[in-house]
């Protein structure tokens, strides 16, 4: 259960978003007091982590609520109940948003129906393809989505009820299921209980004891005068439950009789921190993962990849005359197998019976890493070649790698957050940081500054996949990291601020002025962006083509290239 405390914690949290926010894009009507600023951040921080969209700016994109957007702009549409959209063409998800933010803890507040029931008129509109009335941003995110579920694609369509309150509804509500049944809608309601586990926050050592048996593990030492032994075992999935959930007493009791009492323990989220999927809705792979265990629990060991940790201790120990042996963790992460761990808790949540049933009857590949005499950097690679044998983005992947680590520190010295992971605010709770940027927003800065403006855009995951050795290792100098990124966030302001003359803001245009500055570095910033109007309105192309699709094409940065002779 959620307590005041944790009503705090993310009270601050968002409140750190919001002055991010400001510092990057001052509002146009800025909060007063704690409580409204919060309000605004709990936006950004919750988009964040549902749709993994670190930027802020990004973030901003999908925001639909008409308050939010009267405060930052000054200005906004009528929202049709629905605070946010986004559209994931990667995973074919549409995820609707309906958030609540309270001002002031109560323990017994549970989320409204009210307010969910009002997204009804955003989505009829959908439905019906009766968009009358809708303007602005609006309108173009419900043509978007329309023409999503009219494609012969199939879109999986989501409403997340969002709040800080301590209870969320049930998703079974009769008046939620009018909106299920009638839309295909399925309801994800998040509130304060799931959203304090998911905060990016250090964990305190979190340790576990087993018991195994002899014949089903195999110990590992690096080299023969190793002091340190790491273990291959296997777990039956009611063992995975215990020894990841948020009872130390529990997960320390290894001779547990009754087993059906850990269908009360939940997943201590702090087993997930270092792990790049600590925080995943729902995903088509955990559907996989629940499937296998209830049609054919005894095969789910042949099913499953298994799972990753490493443990900063590990002592084992014989018992029952060496025919056993208790192993002790200590301070331990699962690196890999987090979609397994929270699915199965997840499974077990459903049902007294299940842990009985099925997770009893089940096992699990459990690889566990000494490292108490690793670098970190050891640690990392354990943690990035593991995961990279799964279906998983290379952004994700490469967050593991040793040079963003790198660059994470370094840039904390420079008061610039890199964002490698979701819920990211930087080291210190004390420290006014200028800037937050993501590490795949970056990496488009970079590839831009680099020559490669074209690419910047469309080729994001190339960037972290066939270029990732170019662009921040071979081409690539720590130093110059600072400036690129104070000069990327100088050209958003410089952009915002020239709006109203008629000048569009647009992602692939910031890329082109940083390319351009790195060749004519004795301009202005401002004087790049006038020069590079002149040269879209110039280029030679269709006017039926929009701008972004000129702009990534070659010719196009062949024909700036050819412009830079006339901007003396």
Request: negative net charge.
């Amino acid at each position: 259960m959620a307590l005041i405390n944790d009503f705090k914690i993310l009270q601050n949290r968002c409140i750190k978003y919001y002055e991010m926010l400001n510092k990057e894009i001052p509002l146009h009507y800025p909060q007063d007091t704690s409580s409204k600023k919060a309000r605004l951040g709990f936006y950004l921080f919750m988009l964040e982590n549902i749709c993994n969209v670190k930027d802020i700016h990004d973030q901003l994109d999908l925001i639909t609520d008409l308050e939010f957007n009267k405060s930052l702009y000054g200005r906004g549409e009528d929202d049709w109940g629905v605070d946010a959209v986004h559209v994931d063409y990667e995973n074919r998800v549409i995820r609707l948003f309906n958030f609540k933010y309270r001002d002031k803890f109560s323990p017994t507040k549970s989320q409204g129906v009210n307010e969910t029931i009002l997204s009804a008129k955003f989505v009829n509109g959908i439905i019906y393809e009766r968009l009358d009335g809708f303007t602005g941003k609006v309108k173009a995110k419900a043509e978007e989505v329309i023409k999503c579920l009219t494609s012969d694609l199939i879109w999986d369509f989501k409403l997340y009820v969002v709040s800080n309150e301590v209870e969320a509804v049930s998703p079974t509500h009769e008046h939620l299921a009018v909106l299920r049944d009638s839309y295909g809608l399925e309801i994800v309601p998040i509130a304060l209980p799931y959203i304090s586990e998911i905060m990016s926050i250090r964990p305190n050592p979190i340790n576990a004891k087993l018991v195994l048996d002899t014949d089903a593990m195999m110990s590992y030492e690096e080299h023969q005068l190793s002091s340190s032994k790491s273990y291959i075992t296997r777990l039956r999935s009611s063992e995975i439950v215990r020894v990841t959930c948020h009872d130390p007493l529990v997960r320390d009791k290894y001779d547990i009789e009754d087993i059906s009492t850990l269908n009360a323990v939940r997943l201590d989220f702090g087993v997930l921190f270092d792990n790049v999927r600590g925080f995943v809705l729902n995903s088509k792979y955990n559907r996989n993962i629940t499937t296998s265990l209830k049609e054919d629990p005894s095969k789910f060991f042949m099913y499953n990849n298994g799972i990753t940790i490493v443990a900063n201790s590990i002592l084992a120990r014989p018992i029952n005359g060496g025919k056993k042996f208790i192993l002790e963790l200590q301070d331990f992460q699962v690196l890999n197998g987090g979609q397994t761990v929270r699915t199965i808790h997840n499974f077990n949540s459903e049902d007294p019976s299940i842990i009985s049933d099925y997770l009893s009857k089940s096992e699990v590949l459990v690889r566990i890493f000494n490292t108490s005499n690793q670098e970190i950097n050891s640690v990392h690679k354990i943690a990035e070649y593991t995961n990279s044998q799964n279906a998983i983005s290379n952004i994700d992947l490469k967050s593991l790698s040793v040079e963003q680590i790198e660059l994470e520190q370094y840039l904390e010295d420079f008061d610039i957050i890199y964002s490698r992971k979701l819920g990211d605010v930087g080291k210190s709770d004390s420290k006014d940081y200028k800037h937050k940027i993501s590490m795949d927003k970056f990496g488009q800065v970079l590839f831009a500054t680099q020559g490669y403006p074209e690419k910047s855009s469309n080729e994001k995951q190339h960037i972290f996949g066939k270029y990732y050795d170019q662009v921040f290792k071979q081409d690539f100098d720590l130093s110059a990291a600072p400036e690129i990124i104070d000069r990327y966030y100088e050209v958003l302001s410089l952009y915002s601020k020239l709006k109203g003359t008629g000048i569009i803001p647009m992602e692939l245009k910031y890329y082109y002025v940083l390319h351009v500055h790195q060749l004519k570095p004795e301009k202005s910033l401002e004087e790049v962006i006038y020069f590079l109007e002149t040269v879209i309105e110039k280029y030679d192309a269709p006017s039926e083509m929009s701008i972004p699709r000129r702009m990534i094409q070659l010719k196009f940065k062949h024909f700036v290239h050819d412009m830079l002779s006339s901007f003396e």
